[in-house]
């Protein structure tokens, strides 16, 4: 895991009118969506919208308006000064972030496969992927913003850049609060000493200037400072359409449970982290890879109060996953198929599927995920952790 295997691709004319016909495909397929208004679009999206509108823009970052981080209100707030329709804006800023994330998994895969046309179908698949076509031009969300973000932490890990890899991770934390799904995978490398204490005070130091200019313009510094454990209160139901562990259940909201199931979820991941780090091995491109993996799927399966498109990010790498294991795409085919039944639930109702069974799959799609890394770290050529002798 080192620069030297970042590789230069050549990109021929082929290539280049590859990804023109690719990219302009999936924007049409996503303004063909653009019509679609969710419940969350009426609900929050509409209402913060008009609100910054109305109290002038960028003039108005200061109110409490919702329970995002400011920098998304950032971005709405500059989109109000343009004369088109809020749905379509919000949309199209969505949509950018797609193809952002298209593009740090071309390069990850890229470095699997350097000058092969690897890189360009990992682009197009993950501009075709159901959930990320969805999110973005049919939910009006944006979860593409912070997974591109975490998608960049993890190419800059695999080229070795561990500061650009923490930055990425810092602004996808500000972004949304599901960045924390690579905060294990960020603790192991800190551990492993792959990454420097002095580098993970880039974290709070983006966030602080992230709610600056919210602060400068009159919002409470607290409530900025606390706007995640503030988010965490909003939803009290143990599993909100999503097939993990509290699918079985059904929509019942437990405070005891839900406070217990984050202990328990901690005590899991801790766990398994020691035995990750005490355990002697070299971290490979492929080991980095499938511990992403890993911890994408695990955090959103064994945590409550976890929503339909949690699984996003576990989409994503399970497609990098996928190209660097091409025997066991079936990981990936799981996951996606999982996840888009899950948001085809929620956008359309289209409740034709047991979630329970859903669950039951990405379970056994966990457990043979740890079986494939557990038997990479031993097979990796030995490195003790650090301060382990002989």
């Given amino acids: 895991m080192n620069a030297a295997t970042h590789t230069r691709n050549e990109i021929q004319w082929e290539d280049v009118l590859f990804l023109f016909l690719i990219s302009a495909a999936a924007l049409l397929t996503r303004f063909y969506l653009f019509p679609i208004e969710s419940n969350d679009y009426h609900q929050f999206l509409q209402g913060w919208f008009a609100t910054l509108k109305e109290n002038g823009g960028l003039a108005a970052i200061g109110m409490n308006i919702g329970d995002y981080m400011p920098p998304y209100f950032y971005i709405l707030a500059l989109l109000t000064y343009l004369p088109w329709q809020d749905l379509y804006l ?46 973005s031009a049919a939910w009006a969300q944006c979860d593409a913003m912070f997974t591109s973000a975490l998608v960049a932490c993890l190419y800059y890990f695999l080229i070795d850049r561990p500061n650009r890899a923490v930055l990425a991770f810092a602004i996808s934390f500000v972004l949304k609060l599901q960045a924390i799904f690579f905060a294990p995978l960020l603790l192991l490398l800190f551990l492993k000493r792959k990454v420097k204490f002095h580098s993970l005070l880039i974290i709070p130091g983006v966030y602080i200037l992230s709610i600056i200019p919210a602060a400068i313009m009159g919002r409470n510094l607290w409530d900025l400072l606390t706007v995640y454990v503030s988010q965490s209160k909003l939803y009290t139901s143990l599993c909100m359409s999503i097939p993990n562990l509290y699918a079985f259940l059904g929509n019942v909201a437990s405070e005891p449970l839900g406070k217990a199931g984050v202990i328990f979820a901690g005590g899991v991941v801790l766990m398994l982290l020691y035995v990750l780090y005490r355990k002697p091995y070299v971290i490979t491109p492929e080991i980095l890879v499938t511990m992403g993996l890993l911890f994408a799927i695990l955090l959103p399966f064994i945590l409550p109060h976890m929503h339909e498109r949690y699984y996003f990010l576990a989409d994503i790498v399970s ?57 990479l770290l031993s097979n990796s050529p030995v490195q003790r952790p650090a301060g382990v002798t002989a």
Avoid: E
């Fill in 90 to 135: 919000i949309k199209l800023v969505s949509c950018a972030a797609d193809f952002v994330l298209a593009y740090y998994v071309m390069r990850i895969v890229w470095l699997r496969y350097p000058g092969r046309p690897h890189g360009m179908m990992a682009y197009a698949v993950v501009l075709f992927l159901p959930t990320v076509v969805l999110n």
């Fill in 319 to 375: 497609v990098i996953f996928a190209f660097y294991f091409p025997r066991k795409v079936y990981t990936a085919a799981i996951m996606c198929g999982a996840s888009a039944c899950a948001t085809a639930n929620y956008l359309f109702g289209l409740a034709y599927y047991p979630q329970q069974l859903l669950a039951v799959a990405v379970f056994i799609n966990l457990i043979l995920l740890a079986k494939h890394l557990w038997d």
